[in-house]
């Protein structure tokens, strides 16, 4: 059976993140995926990086064991996110930071010091990242120069072989209709039919 493994990053339960990622979960769920949901706030995930953790490759923290051995077996990874200053919320900056670790994520060819390019371990055939944001797509490329999109794409996903990567960033979310938002929603379904 498939894995996809979901992580929700907004402290709103009732946040367009979280209508996106129930829209996923059901649509996995028909397509007969076996889920992993995490909804980071509602699990307390601590995101802090331990000095106890130095070579960033094993954790005290249970919850970081259990999200690591997931991360390795997922088929699909979706992420869902505000953008939060052109960034993820904390909480999931410390998931990459704990989670997406030395021997789970990436490696180092054997004799290459850490300087070497690592070579990427996740096996995912598809990681999805959706954003919801306020500024408008046309400002948020010409004046922040997207930064989610380099974030995620090139400094996370490309670089633990995930090489299959797709992103929407939908908004503005103020403002927007019921109509717009189911449209999203509906956007969401198809495009997850298309790589599942
Ligand atoms: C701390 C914080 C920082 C934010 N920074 C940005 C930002 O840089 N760009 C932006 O478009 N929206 C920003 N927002 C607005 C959120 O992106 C917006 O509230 C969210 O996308 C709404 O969708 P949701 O229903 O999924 O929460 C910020 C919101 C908060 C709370």
């Known amino acids: ?40 706030y509602a699990e307390r995930f ?73 070579l990427g371990l996740l096996k995912a055939k598809c990681a999805l990242v959706f954003n919801t944001s306020n500024t408008p797509a046309k400002r948020e490329m010409a004046v922040f120069g997207d930064p989610l999109e380099q974030i995620w794409r090139n400094c996370i996903f490309d670089l633990c072989g995930v090489k299959n990567f797709i992103r929407r960033m939908y908004g503005p979310v103020s403002g927007s209709t019921p109509e717009e938002r189911a449209a999203w929603l509906a956007e969401i379904k198809d495009l997850i039919k298309s790589v599942a």
């Not at 990053?9 to 995490?38: C, D, K, R, W």
């Not at 997922?74 to 904390?90: K, R, S, T, V």
Request: charged share 20%; with cysteine.
């Open 1 to 40: 059976m498939m894995l996809a493994l979901v992580v929700v990053a907004n402290p709103n339960s009732s946040s367009m993140s979280h209508a996106m990622a129930a829209e996923a979960q059901q649509t996995l769920q028909q397509l007969g995926y076996q889920l992993v949901i995490h909804d980071l």
């Open 46 to 118: 601590d995101p802090i990086q331990r000095s106890n953790e130095s070579q960033n490759n094993s954790s005290h923290d249970q919850l970081v064991e259990r999200y690591c051995s997931e991360i390795a077996r997922a088929d699909l990874i979706l992420i869902f996110h505000p953008n939060w200053w052109g960034q993820p919320p904390a909480i999931l900056k410390g998931w990459v930071d704990r989670v997406l670790r030395l021997d789970t994520a990436y490696r180092y060819e054997e004799n290459a010091d850490f300087s070497a390019v690592p």
